[in-house]
T-cell receptor, first 111, second 116 residues
Framework: DAKTTQPNSMESNEEEPVHLPCNHSTISGTDYIHWYRQLPSQGPEYVIHGLTSNVNNRMASLAIAEDRKSSTLILHRATLRDAAVYYCILRDTSGTYKYIFGTGTRLKVLA | GAVVSQHPSWVICKSGTSVKIECRSLDFQATTMFWYRQFPKQSLMLMATSNEGSKATYEQGVEKDKFLINHASLTLSTLTVTSAHPEDSSFYIC????????????FGPGTRLTVT
């Protein structure tokens, strides 16, 4: 299973952009990159996903490196409600489609 | 859309008893459901993959006789923790994928199990 590496924690000021990095140097050509976030005592919430091109949705943007060995989740204006653990996951496309969660990045947003 | 529920949201049981946790996809049909376990301050750990109408596939190190998984319909999967012990106390989370969809997983809210 392909692995991801993320910083353990990051801090951001409220109303400022946040860039959350993820390294996935062993990614295969068909692996999708998924981002989820988890608030305390809740299940993970889908944020965004992509394959090769950069992606935007109402929650965030996903910037994928040209060689696909890294990606960055961008929250354009952090709010206190964005404080969570953010997980970058490679979706296994070999048949099981299972997720292997890494340690994630704990984002703290400062008022 | 794509809502997944779990029941109960929390449960306390005595050591040696069994506990059943339900996972339902409320507004879609799920060909595959996944069960995870999460200990405090740790990440989610995949326990098993459950396909409707077939036996679950367990991850290495997960005891299939202790964690019984049944996926009898496209909207319901159950996890039964048999002969629970205090070390089984954890946050159990299920997820489901859309039948015929792009296979994103939609997660339930989790079930907090405490074994006394």
């Amino acid at each position: 299973d392909a692995k991801t590496t993320q910083p353990n924690s990051m801090e951001s000021n409220e109303e400022e952009p946040v860039h959350l990095p993820c390294n996935h140097s062993t990614i295969s050509g068909t692996d999708y990159i998924h981002w989820y976030r988890q608030l305390p005592s809740q299940g993970p919430e889908y944020v965004i996903h992509g394959l090769t091109s950069n992606v935007n949705n109402r929650m965030a943007s996903l910037a994928i490196a040209e060689d696909r060995k890294s990606s960055t989740l961008i929250l354009h204006r952090a709010t206190l409600r964005d404080a969570a653990v953010y997980y970058c996951i490679l979706r296994d496309t070999s048949g099981t489609y299972k997720y292997i969660f890494g340690t994630g990045t704990r984002l703290k947003v400062l008022a | 859309g794509a809502v997944v529920s779990q029941h109960p949201s929390w449960v306390i049981c005595k050591s040696g008893t069994s506990v059943k946790i339900e996972c339902r996809s409320l507004d879609f049909q799920a060909t595959t459901m996944f069960w995870y376990r999460q200990f405090p301050k740790q990440s989610l750990m995949l326990m098993a993959t459950s396909n409707e109408g077939s036996k679950a596939t367990y991850e290495q190190g997960v005891e299939k006789d202790k964690f019984l998984i049944n996926h009898a319909s496209l909207t319901l999967s159950t996890l039964t923790v048999t002969s629970a012990h205090p070390e089984d106390s954890s946050f159990y989370i299920c997820s489901a994928t859309l039948a015929g969809g792009a296979y994103e997983q939609y997660f339930g809210p989790g079930t907090r199990l405490t074994v006394t």
